[in-house]
């Protein structure tokens, strides 16, 4: 878990948020959306870049996925 915690180190604030309030609180798109300010579409984003960038970061250090 320590490589995780390293690569959402490296994402920036909106896309680490998104991504914890998605996963480990279990937000809906709707609920980040007003907790963040942000439209919808643009927590889509911010999940999928953010998802990108880790998988890349675990990519990098040799974790592949299962």
């Given at each position: 878990?320590?490589?995780?915690?390293?690569a959402m180190d490296k994402l920036?604030?909106?896309?680490?948020t998104a991504l914890l309030?998605?996963?480990?609180?279990?937000k809906s798109l709707k609920e980040i959306a007003v907790i963040a300010r942000?439209?919808?579409n643009t927590v889509?984003?911010?999940l999928s870049r953010g998802?990108?960038?880790v998988s890349e970061h675990l990519k990098a250090?040799?974790?592949?996925r299962g």
């Open positions: 878990h320590q490589d995780l915690y390293l920036n604030t909106k896309e680490r309030l998605f996963y480990m609180e279990e942000m439209p919808v889509k984003a911010h998802r990108l960038h250090i040799g974790h592949e």
